[in-house]
């Protein structure tokens, strides 16, 4: 019997190998920790009707650093970029309801005040990816110091029968990756080169 899947690689240094089974996008999930009320386990309902969610994206601004001749150039401070997340609007009202709360921790639109710190409306979230098993996850991000920069309560449409969204855009100071793919201090510390230059 021929067997030709080892061979569907692109080849490299005169050798073949097969395709590495990529991540599919349909096999995610995400959790929430204080989002809404504190403490809640209502924010399951949150997880069980995301429909996208992005990956968190990082930008290093580049310092220029002028020289005799020519340019060169340093990484600045980092900043996460804001991600977007759709969840659907459930005909119980509980994610309106879990939205709704965490716009009122952000500033309470009936009296018009705001919360004394950002410790008292910053929520978590984690973004796990899954094997497709029951609880096989592939790499996990934890997302921390959230707040909703953005809120879109989608509109009706007597043309079409898809379901109503509510659209965040999620702000969030830090970010990390965990399953191994951020390597810790040591190993880093260890594949530095000894040298001063730019």
Request: proline share 5%; hydrophobic share 35%; charged share 20%.
């Amino acid at each position: 019997m021929a067997d030709t899947l080892n061979k569907f690689g692109v080849p490299i240094d005169g050798t073949r190998a097969g395709i590495l089974m990529p991540k599919p996008k349909h096999k995610f999930r995400v959790r929430f920790t204080n989002f809404g009320p504190l403490n809640s386990h209502q924010t399951v309902d949150l997880s069980r009707q995301v429909m996208t969610c992005d990956r968190p994206k990082v930008s290093y601004n580049p310092v220029t650093v002028h020289s005799y001749n020519s340019v060169a150039y340093y990484a600045g401070k980092h900043e996460w970029q804001a991600i977007s997340l759709s969840v659907r609007d459930d005909v119980t009202n509980a994610v309106s309801k879990l939205v709704g709360f965490q716009i009122q921790k952000q500033l309470n639109h009936f009296e018009q005040t705001s919360p004394l710190a950002g410790s008292n409306y910053k929520f978590t979230m984690t973004y796990e990816v899954m094997d497709g098993g029951n609880e096989g996850i592939l790499e996990t991000w934890t997302l921390e110091g959230c707040f909703l920069a953005d809120i879109n309560y989608d509109g009706g449409d007597y043309a079409s029968a898809d379901p109503l969204m509510i659209t965040m855009q999620v702000r969030y100071d830090n970010a990390t990756l965990s399953e191994g793919l951020f390597p810790d201090v040591g190993e880093i510390a260890s594949n530095l080169l000894d040298t001063v230059g730019v």
